[in-house]
């Protein structure tokens, strides 16, 4: 069964850094796209950056130039640089992976638990 934990959450104040990783362990024939999403009390899961197997990648418009996506395909492992943070930012963030699994044809949706940030101001 296939894994992912996520590590580097915590509390930051206004203005600092965090940089989240999801490391995706187990049995598997590949991973294709990786991603971040992040949900905030009383408000829906959202998009934060996505990230494919050969390195494009995606941002919800208003991340853009204050976070960075990257991943180490040769461990599995996709990281999110927080830069500027603000009091907005605060949130559950949640790693995804496309993971396909041994054996299998298709993808497999497959989230982490999730990692709490909190920027206070």
């Known amino acids: 069964q296939v894994q992912l934990v996520e590590s580097g959450g915590g509390l930051v104040q206004a203005g600092g850094s965090l940089r989240l990783s999801c490391a995706a362990s187990g049995s598997m024939f590949g991973i294709n796209g990786m991603g971040w999403y992040r949900q905030a009390p009383g408000k829906q899961r959202e998009l934060v950056a996505t990230?494919?197997?050969?390195?494009?990648?995606n941002y919800a418009g208003s991340l853009k130039g204050r976070f960075t996506i990257s991943r180490d395909n040769a461990k599995n492992t996709v990281y999110l640089q927080m830069n500027s943070l603000k009091s907005e930012d605060t949130a559950v963030y949640y790693c995804n992976a496309k993971i396909v699994p041994m054996g299998a044809l298709v993808e497999h949706d497959t989230w982490g638990q999730g990692t709490q940030v909190t920027v206070s101001s």
């Open positions: 990230i494919t197997n050969g390195g494009w990648t």
